[in-house]
Every structure is written in C-alpha cells, then in structure tokens.
C-alpha cells in the first residue's frame, strides 16, 4: 500500500528505498510548528513571506498552546493566525479540537491521497486508507512554498490480525502489546500494514488509535485498507472523490507480524518509554494521584463512554485522585454534553477541559506536579512530556484508566 499510494502521490511507479518527490494533497501545521516553517519559509525565500503555493491544500490547527500557556507561545498563535487569515487558509481555532481529529472527521483525508502534517501523529491518517506521515517545520515550509514534499518511500512490515478482541480489551492494549513486541524502534521508517480478518472487528475509532501509534515503534505510516468501515465512515463526512489503494497479491514485505486479538490482555506502559509494557495484572501495584482521559489516542466518544461504564460499576473516584476529560474536539465535547455524559462525568468530580491537546504534551492545559503518578491514555509518556520532568506517567486503555481511578491504585488486582 505504501508504494502504491507514494506512487500516485508521485506521479510514477515507485518502489520501497527510492527517495521521491511527491505532490501533497493536504497539508496541516499546529501553533507549535508553523511560526518555524514560516521562519525558514522566510530564509529561502529572501525576502517578504511570500503566499503559499496551494493555500486550498493547507490547514493550521491552534490546538497545542491555550490562555495558560504564556505570551511566548500566545504570540506564536497569533503568527500562524495572521499568515492563515492573509492568505485564506483554513484555520481551526483554540478550543476546536485536536488538529488531527479536526481533519478526519471533517473529511478532509480521503483514501488513496498523501496528507501530512507537521506533527508526528498525522500517522492516525492512515486509517483512512491514506498516507499519513509527519514531516519537520522545514518540510511544511517546502510544502507552503511548492505545494510537495521529498520522502524516501518505506518498506512495509505487514501486522496479520485474526480473532476479535475479549469484553475489557481494546485498541490501545493492543497498541502496546504492539509496542512491547517491536520496541520503540522495531518498526524505524517503516510502513505498518494492517490486515487480516480481524480487521472486521475493528471499527474506525480503533485504527485511528492503531495508526496513531505506530509512530511509538518507530513506523513513518500506520496504513489500513478501504472496506465497508472505511465506506460507512466517509459516508457521513464528504462527498468527494477518491480512489482507494490495495497490495497486490504476493506483494513483498520486509517481514509479517501475526497478532491474534483474542490473545490480548489489557496492557499498561510504564515510566518513561512507551515500549516498557507489560500485562496491567502482572503489574506491581502503584497509588495513582491523576487519571488523563483524553488526546489524539484517547479522547473519543467511545473512550469516554468504556470509562464511564467502569466508573459506574465502580460508585466513582477514590479519594485523593484527580480525573481530567479532554475531548479530543467541539463535536465530540458536544455528544457527550447532549448525551449528559460529561454532566456524569462531573457528578464523579471530573474536570472536564476545552477540546485540544490538552495536557498530552505540557504546552497547555494542567501539568502535574513534581512526585505525582499519572495514568493516561495518551500515546508518550517521556520523561517530562506532560510538562513536568519530575512526574511518573503510565499509559492504558480509557477502562484500565478509569479502574485506576476507582481504586486509587494502578497494577495487580485490575479486572481483565
């Protein structure tokens, strides 16, 4: 899929290790990265900043910095705010949503197109059957400049999923049982290919979170392939063309990983790698201090409601545990406001927070203080990634993080 995606995007067949220049069909920066691009757009071009190329194709995203984070990075925004509203490009304002969230679910990421971003979690894209890849603030400026992008095209690791996940097991254990299998670096510059009758079981929200993560075990894309899921889902968001990918039959790859869903227990990632996973019940027990449930990776209606199930059977928050709710977007935050989910979330002495980031990379939203232990069912948990070196964070699944919630506590004695 890779190469046949790369090669539409580049106008010639292409196979894996040749380094191509692709045209891009979308293209979306954050506050964090445009202010960058704009600054090298401004050193190559040698003179005033000059308009972008394709401004039709162009998406900037205030989502990583909010009025907490300081008139440093609020003069940031209004850099990337002034550039958009010159030049006509669209632009989704702070408290919209995630960047990422924001282009799938307003459509703007077909099957069979290149969309980048840069921030490396444009691999989510992938599950639209699309090649989705982050690139630096120099490659976006190349995009603004001339509407493309050099890749070297990846050879693919093909990851066969049969069986169906048992009832507490979702996505995100299986994200990591992924991690700990390969390492954070198992899978470096290549291209993750999903397949295999467990596929069937995975709805939209699931390869989202799969893409998206992939970028943990090194991967440049996270691609699955177009079916009924991918149909039903587009139907309801756009009503443009696209044309989607598929292997060939005896396509080659650098190697095949055969997961088994059924197989999958919940799964937690400890301090500070992503990679330093193992089974949450085999897990030595650890006093909790706050429950993130939110990001790119885990802040989704249906994130929300497997938490608030656990949090129902469970009466609640223990004592002395802080749970944060970060809808991923506006639309998301306003299904569970109209369905009065976040209303229970609040009963439980929730915080619920405006759609975005949040507190997933330490930009904005509420960093935690030194000494405190976070579960979150964000994608990082690098030292200091929340904002604050000195915290310890684990990352789960919304239901392991909920019963983290409920008993104070994190490790052995978690229901499967």
């Known amino acids: 899929?890779?190469?046949?995606?790369?090669?539409?995007?580049?106008?010639?067949?292409?196979?894996?290790?040749?380094?191509?220049?692709?045209?891009v069909d979308a293209a979306m920066g954050t506050d964090g990265s445009?202010?960058?691009?704009?600054?090298?757009?401004?050193?190559?071009?040698?003179?005033?900043?000059?308009?972008?190329?394709?401004?039709?194709?162009?998406?900037f995203a205030m989502d990583h910095y909010g009025g907490l984070s300081g008139e440093r990075a609020l003069a940031l925004q209004q850099t990337a705010r002034g550039y958009a509203r010159l030049h006509g490009i669209a632009l989704f304002e702070v408290g919209e949503g995630i960047g990422h969230q924001l282009m799938i679910e307003r459509g703007h990421v077909l099957p069979g197109r290149l969309v980048?971003?840069?921030?490396?979690?444009?691999?989510?894209?992938?599950?639209?059957?699309?090649?989705?890849?982050g690139i630096g603030s120099s490659d976006f400026a190349g995009v603004l400049a001339c509407g493309q992008v050099w890749l070297k095209v990846p050879a693919s690791l093909r990851v066969e999923l049969t069986g169906q996940?048992?009832?507490?097991?979702?996505?995100?254990?299986?994200a990591l049982t992924l991690a700990r299998r390969l390492g954070a670096d198992g899978a470096g510059y290549l291209a993750l290919e999903f397949g295999g009758p467990g596929l069937a079981h995975l709805d939209m929200d699931d390869r989202i979170l799969l893409a998206n993560m992939s970028v943990e075990m090194g991967a440049k894309a996270g691609l699955f392939p177009f079916d009924a899921?991918?149909?039903?889902?587009?139907?309801?968001?756009?009503?443009?063309?696209?044309?989607?990918?598929?292997?060939?039959?005896g396509a080659g790859y650098s190697g095949t990983l055969a997961l088994d869903l059924g197989d999958v227990v919940p799964q937690v990632a400890l301090p500070h790698r992503v990679d330093n996973v193992q089974d949450l019940a085999g897990t030595a027990e650890v006093p909790v201090d706050l429950v993130y449930l939110?990001?790119?990776?885990?802040?989704?209606?249906?994130?929300?409601?497997?938490?608030?199930?656990?949090?129902?059977?469970?009466?609640?928050?223990?004592?002395?545990?802080?749970l944060v709710v970060t809808p991923a977007s506006e639309s998301i935050r306003a299904e569970l406001e109209q369905q009065g989910l976040l209303e229970e979330f609040r009963a439980f002495g929730?915080?619920?927070?405006?759609?975005?980031?949040?507190?997933?990379?330490?930009?904005?939203?509420?960093?935690?203080?030194?000494?405190?232990?976070?579960?979150?069912?964000?994608?990082?948990?690098f030292k200091g990634r929340m904002g604050?070196?000195?915290?310890?964070?684990?990352?789960?699944?919304?239901r392991s993080c909920a019963q983290a919630a409920v008993r104070g506590t994190l490790g052995a004695g978690e229901a499967a």
């Open 1 to 23: 899929m890779a190469e046949k995606l790369l090669s539409r995007a580049a106008g010639r067949p292409v196979r894996a290790g040749e380094v191509v220049v692709c045209e």
């Open 34 to 59: 445009v202010p960058m691009a704009l600054d090298y757009l401004r050193q190559i071009s040698d003179g005033p900043l000059p308009a972008p190329a394709r401004r039709e194709k162009l998406f």
């Open 116 to 133: 980048v971003a840069a921030d490396s979690h444009a691999v989510s894209y992938g599950a639209l059957n699309a090649f989705g890849t």
């Open 165 to 174: 996940l048992r009832a507490g097991v979702s996505a995100k254990d299986v």
């Open 229 to 249: 899921c991918t149909r039903a889902f587009l139907a309801q968001r756009t009503a443009d063309d696209f044309q989607p990918v598929a292997a060939d039959e």
């Open 294 to 322: 939110g990001t790119c990776t885990g802040g989704r209606a249906k994130d929300y409601r497997e938490a608030l199930d656990v949090l129902r059977a469970g009466g609640g928050v223990a004592p002395g545990v802080t």
């Open 350 to 381: 929730a915080t619920v927070q405006a759609p975005g980031c949040g507190a997933c990379c330490g930009t904005c939203g509420s960093a935690p203080a030194g000494g405190v232990r976070v579960v979150s069912t964000a994608n990082r948990n």
């Open 388 to 398: 604050n070196a000195q915290a310890e964070i684990f990352l789960a699944s919304p």
